[in-house]
């Protein structure tokens, strides 16, 4: 089966750091994407990992093991705009879709 | 500007009637995906195409039919038999080539039932 799990909630003030887990179990694997949605809009991409390590891009960072079926998105200097659902997605083996988790709802205060 | 263009915004339906949303790329994709989106649920995939004339169900294909007869058109008709349309629906494409590429998501359409 395929399976990918996130918490569905979490809380963080401006200026701190969150992290948010994501673990997968897939039947194929060909890279892990994060994606950020605002309420009533679209996801807009905000990261890929299909190797092990961490991929930095500003105040944002996600790390990938897929030894571990492990991946997290890590989120600096929060700003009350970050407040949005987090998305993690796992692209199939084959290629041609991705898998998306429930999301994590990040609620931002000041 | 390239994109995807999702139509209409907002859709309502009446008992036993089909539907149709519209989705058009500029992007020159070759791949189209159609997702549902309940609150509090992440996306789930309806159908999905790879190029023109060809398309292939997703999770949760029960009750939507799609058609992809030009590369840049890929209409989802959501019909009578789902009994519960209501949701928030994204179109997404992709070019093929290199699979780092990341989905481009249209603004999406949000049926309801009337």
């Known amino acids: 089966g395929q399976n990918i799990d996130q918490p569905t909630e979490m809380t963080a003030t401006e200026g701190a750091i969150v992290q948010i887990n994501c673990t997968y179990q897939t039947s194929g694997f060909n890279g892990l994407f994060w994606y950020q949605q605002h309420a009533g809009e679209a996801p807009t991409f905000l990261s890929y990992n299909v190797l092990d390590g961490l991929e930095e891009k500003g105040r944002f960072s996600s790390f990938l093991s897929r030894s571990k079926g492990y991946s997290y998105l890590l989120l600096k200097e929060l700003q009350m705009k970050d407040s949005a659902s987090y998305l993690c997605?796992?692209?199939?083996?084959?290629?041609?879709?991705?898998?998306f988790g429930k999301g994590t709802t990040l609620s931002v205060s000041s | 500007d390239g994109g995807i263009t999702q139509s209409p915004k907002y859709l309502f339906r009446k008992e036993g009637q089909n539907v149709t949303l519209s989705c058009e790329q500029n992007?020159?994709?070759?791949?189209m995906y159609w997702y549902r989106q309940d609150p509090g649920q992440g996306l789930r995939l309806i159908y999905y195409s790879q190029i023109v004339n060809d398309f292939q169900k997703g999770d949760i294909a029960e009750g939507y039919s799609v058609s992809r007869e030009k590369k840049e058109s890929f209409p989802l008709t959501v019909t009578s038999a789902q009994k519960n349309p209501t949701a928030f629906y994204l179109c997404a494409s992709i070019g093929t080539g290199t699979l780092q590429q990341p989905q481009h998501f249209g603004d999406g359409t949000r049926l309801s039932i009337l």
């Open positions: 992007l020159n994709h070759d791949a």
């Open positions: 997605a796992v692209r199939n083996q084959a290629g041609t879709a991705l898998i």
